[in-house]
């Protein structure tokens, strides 16, 4: 696997020296400051490109060319946002980038509810918990026919949730859904949460797959001559939120848009840690079975410690079988004869990142560091063994 790490660009408090060190010879990067819709232009993309390979590295993956709410939803003015992504691609295509992250999440980009909940070493991850949603959807947002969105169970948890909460745990809960985290391409206001959610009440599962097909029917085509893979993410976390649709949270809905639109271009980013939430996801089969559609890798792992709720795990430990999923990417490799980019992510928060402030949560370097060393000695592991009994075959 070809070893990355997000950066978030030149604010970022981990620095391109930092992730050097770490033993990255690429970087997982965007344009954070161009407005959603907006054209990259060719002078921006030369100039981060050329910032990241003075520190001795190669930007190797977009991550990500956020898809404009219109193109998702198929409204006004959706044709002229899919002419400036196309425009978008050849820019970076010129600048030698060819592996492009998008996704088709509606509305929010991936969603947690703490971003420092306490594990027993003390550190810290990033946790989501569905009851924390639906008190922030049935009893902050009030969201018209947001209790049918939850089970009764659930539904009385959130209420006895709620009823703890003092006015400040509601605003750190509403900023923590709302307002964004790291590499998501909106914030919200309550109000403007609500407007967004509207836009979307007229539109179904099947509907909202019917526009991703559109979507890539009309950019895969540009992608195929640009010799560029674009590759979408899955949702995050892989189940309806806020009475939205969702469509890339199983290996059957990831399969039926490779079915409908063909193109070579047309492909994915495997993140063990989105898909790894729903036990029916197979991720090492999915490797298998998608692995000629694979052009990225998210590898990190979560762990469910209540009902309806999850946190960010140890990279080796938790509901994804690593070292089935490391293996099966590996033979991949082999077989294909290419070097898919990797990165560890979200990891903890621990050691000095614990003391220091203005790290993206998920994204601090320790974490991640830990992470990275541990997929690398997994992968060499696997590699050597695997090297060994070939060798030791008889002729």
Known sequence: MIQTMRWFGPSDPVGLADIR????SGVVT???DVPVGAVWSLDAIQARREHIERAGMHWTVVESLPVHEAIKTRGAGHERYIELYCQSLRNLAACGITVVTYNFMPVLDWTRTDLAWELPDGARALRFELDAVAAYDVHVLRRAGAERSYDAA????AARRFATMDDAAVHLLERTIIAGLPGSEESFT???FARALDAYADIDTGMLADNQVAFLQAVCPVADELGIRLVVHPDDPPFPLFGLPRVVSTEEQIAAVFARVPNVSNGLCLCTGSLGVRPDNDLPGMVERLGDRIGFLHLRNVASDA???FHESDHLHGSADMYA???AVHALSVKEGRRIPMRPDHGHQMLDDLRKTGSNAGYTAIGRLRGLAELRGLEMGIARSRAAM?????A
């Open 21 to 24: 060190q770490a033993g990255c």
């Open 30 to 32: 965007a344009l954070h």
């Open 154 to 157: 659930t539904l009385e948890r």
């Open 190 to 192: 309550t109000d403007d």
């Open 307 to 309: 009902p309806g709720a």
């Open 325 to 327: 999923v490391v293996a």
């Open 390 to 394: 070939r060798a030791s075959e008889p």
